[in-house]
């Protein structure tokens, strides 16, 4: 079956500029994960949904980053007033439930210039 | 969460056996001991989880010490396609272990 996908694959933009990362889980999923990896880093955990909500939003580094779910499904990272440091891989994942396997998508590579 | 140390690197040769450990000194009573992995430019992959007792499935098999304070993945004959970062995590299995924090990892580089 299908997997966790991520659109774009890759992502340029300028330094104070607006992005948005779309999510697509796995049909049923019901939970969804956000995570940021910088290079030569393991992935670091930004938010999880369960449902439409977020359960949990401790690992977003500051209030220009946020997530939305609304109906369940697709998510969409949106970064406001964009830094060089903002500079990774974002990853998704989804999981049957909270406490289930996840599975994550090939990330979203993005570059502040 | 409680920590893992992995080394940073191993080497192995093709169709021989792999055994990637992992130190977890502090684990509590409800913590599962996960692997991922990661390969290059793709999202980590679930690999095995296991509490106490050893476990195996298609892709690796996972040894649990008696003690619990330290775990081995092994991989029993690895492959180029096996070359890759893999990650060592430990999950509560209580109310607040939906995310997974992930160390560095370890880098297997698998020689032809």
């Known amino acids: 079956g299908a997997g966790v996908s991520q659109t774009p694959s890759n992502k340029v933009t300028e330094k104070g500029k607006y992005v948005e990362l779309r999510c697509d889980p796995i049909s049923g999923h019901t939970a969804l994960y956000w995570y940021r990896q910088s290079l030569g880093q393991g992935p670091e955990f930004l938010i999880y949904?369960?449902?439409?909500?977020?359960?949990?939003d401790s690992g977003l580094p500051n209030d220009r980053f946020f997530a939305v779910r609304p109906e369940g499904s697709v998510s969409t990272l949106k970064i406001q007033r964009t830094e060089r440091g903002d500079s990774a891989v974002y990853l998704c994942a989804s999981s049957l439930g909270g406490r289930d396997t996840q599975y994550f998508g090939p990330g979203t590579r993005l570059t502040v210039l | 969460d409680a920590k893992t140390t992995q080394p940073n690197s191993m080497e192995s040769n093709e169709e021989e056996p792999v055994h990637l450990p992992c130190n977890h000194s502090?684990?509590?009573?409800?913590?599962?001991i996960h692997w991922y992995r990661q390969l290059p430019s793709q999202g980590p992959e679930y690999v095995i989880h296991?509490?106490?007792s050893n476990v195996n499935n298609r892709m690796a098999s996972l040894a649990i010490a008696e003690d619990r304070k330290s775990s081995t993945l092994i991989l029993h004959r690895a492959t180029l396609r096996d070359a890759a970062v893999y990650y060592c995590i430990l999950r509560d299995s209580g109310g607040s272990n939906y995310k997974l924090t992930f160390g560095k990892g370890t880098l297997l580089t698998v020689n032809p």
């Open positions: 296991g509490l106490t």
């Open positions: 949904f369960q449902g439409t909500g977020a359960a949990d």
């Open positions: 502090t684990i509590s009573g409800t913590d599962y």
